[in-house]
């Protein structure tokens, strides 16, 4: 069982520059187990140990559709599959709860090393992403359309053994909420098994 020693009270939001210092890359530890009894889904906690994030499966099955949670319960973003007749399936990224028109569409990408798409939805107006490497191994990088690296899944730290923990490392300027996201619909395309998605459907 991997060793995980959270902090089960919500942190208070960290501020972006301390006496005019660069705002710190975030790093989370994502453990892929539900604090619900009998149920699926991530635990995501902060560098001090502290609740940020969770995903909680009961609610659909199935997983065509997963909602992510903050530490209150609050839900930052929806993921939903959607099934095309001829071009397969991607995963639609909705703000909130809402569910009619989608701030990003991610699709798996079986070309090169690029794993999966994000296109942003919205007018064009925000910028769309590439995922590189193996989230199966837990070791991807989402890269911005100027190639920098922007957020990247990480093996789980040398005490932990197995994949079921690893680190996401989000650099400033991305939202946090949104490379959590990616990593649900990463979940859902790349796990083997998947804890949110049923192989069969």
């Known amino acids: 069982m991997p060793r995980v020693h959270p902090n089960l009270v919500p942190a208070a939001p960290a501020s972006a520059v301390v006496d005019g210092a660069e705002e710190a890359p975030t790093t989370l530890t994502v453990w892929r187990k539900s604090l619900l009894f009998d149920c699926k889904g991530f635990t995501v906690y902060d560098a001090k140990g502290n609740l940020s994030y969770r995903v909680d499966s009961y609610a659909s099955e199935n997983g065509d559709e997963v909602v992510l949670m903050d530490a209150a319960g609050r839900p930052a973003f929806t993921v939903r599959r959607k099934r095309f007749s001829l071009q397969g399936e991607q995963w639609l ?49 989402m890269y911005d359309g100027e190639r920098r690296a922007v957020a990247e899944v990480r093996p789980s730290p ?37 804890l949110l998605r049923s192989w069969s459907t």
């Open 93 to 141: 990224v909705f703000a909130g709860e809402e569910t009619r028109r989608p701030v990003y569409a991610i699709r798996r990408n079986g070309r090169g090393k690029t794993m999966a798409n994000v296109t942003a939805c919205a007018g064009g107006a925000s910028p769309s992403y590439e995922v590189e490497g193996s989230y199966a191994r837990r070791c991807c990088v």
């Open 158 to 194: 040398k005490e932990v053994v197995g994949t079921d923990v690893f680190r996401l490392v989000v650099q400033p300027g991305v939202g946090v909420s949104l490379a959590m996201a990616v990593v649900v619909a990463l979940e859902q395309m790349f796990a083997r098994p998947s």
